[in-house]
């Protein structure tokens, strides 16, 4: 319970309570003394790790015991708040930490303890295997988004503006491993968590899903003016593209498989009885992935780093899939082509 003032400290008289500057403060009429009440520092930290776990511990005492918090504790006179928050961290949960920096300053009036400056920071985990030690019960890791009820709202809060910080980067890294689903077996990473997630460039497959005649519109306009020698084909060609495209499609909603791409060994084969240079199926091939891209990242506002990732991660992908149309398609070409012969050198 928070104490309270009774005598003065410096001459033993009572102290009144007294109406000063807009609040009632005690004062002691015999030696003038006016006792200012400031918030007590408190010093606090978020370690979290590669699970996106953070440790907690159980609180063993009251105010809150069998509450679960973040190592929290007050600094004392001589020392920096962001040591004190190292310090507690050693004693109530046995974990050594760096400091990574500063996520929360918080003042909040508590009931036990009065006015108090909660100060909360990002520590790294730098060593010590998490055990209970003074006031604290038990120590456990909970997942970040999935916390047990907290004994101080200031931890919320913090644990809240923890996570808004990284929401974005942490998406980011969830689809980027589905690009390259092999990453998933180096250790530091947890299988099975985020492979159900969607990808991010889903909202994206989406858009193209929907303009499909624009864009094939647009990539007809493109290569007519790009490269003259395929307009006289535009017809086959425009028909081709629109094949690529729902491939494409396929393709990023996971839909596809080698079947999907091998139907255009045979168009490879139609090219080249056409008399199409394949160098000009190529430039073609390219314009097309462009084209897929500069619409998606015209009709979207840009506005965040998530959001360029995003465009990129499709970019990314879309390379993926143009890369086994133009395998087949060049080898439908090659097996319509005369065998090829090198000049012996002389
Ligand atoms: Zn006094």
Sequence with gaps: MR?????????GEPVVQRH??????????????????????????????????VLLVKRGKDPYK?????????????????DAALRELKE????????????????????YYGS????????????????????????????????PPLAWSSNEKALKIYT????????????????????????????????????LSNVLVKLIDKNTDEITGEWTTEVRSGIPALSIHMKFLSEVNRKVLKSIRNGLQGKGDTLEYLKFRDTGRDLRRLGIDFPDVFNAMALS??????????????SSPLEIYI???????????????IYYLSAGYMDEAPAFTAEPAR
């Design 3 to 11: 104490k309270q003032r009774i005598y003065c400290p410096y001459c």
């Design 20 to 53: 000063m500057e807009g609040k009632i403060r005690d004062f002691c009429m015999e030696c003038s003394n006016v006792f200012y009440e400031n918030p007590l520092p408190v010093a606090c930290s978020i370690v979290v790790n590669e699970d996106r776990e």
């Design 66 to 82: 069998g509450m679960w918090c973040l190592p929290i504790g007050f600094a004392e006179a001589d020392e920096e708040v962001k």
């Design 92 to 111: 109530e949960a046995g974990v050594e930490g760096e400091i990574v920096r500063l996520v929360d300053v918080d003042t909040v009036d508590n009931y």
């Design 116 to 147: 108090l400056a909660i100060v909360t920071y990002e520590v790294r985990h730098a060593g010590g295997t998490p055990t209970p030690g003074d006031d604290a019960e038990e120590t456990r890791f909970f997942p970040v988004l999935e916390l």
């Design 164 to 199: 808004d910080f990284y929401r974005d980067t942490w998406a980011m890294v969830d689809s980027y491993k589905q690009l390259f689903p092999e990453i998933h077996s180096m250790g530091e990473m947890t299988p099975g968590l985020t492979e159900q997630k969607a990808f």
């Design 289 to 302: 992935r462009k084209r897929i891209w500069m619409h998606v990242i015209q009709k979207k506002i840009l």
């Design 311 to 325: 465009t990129l991660e499709l970019n990314n992908r879309i390379i993926f899939l143009y890369d086994k149309v």
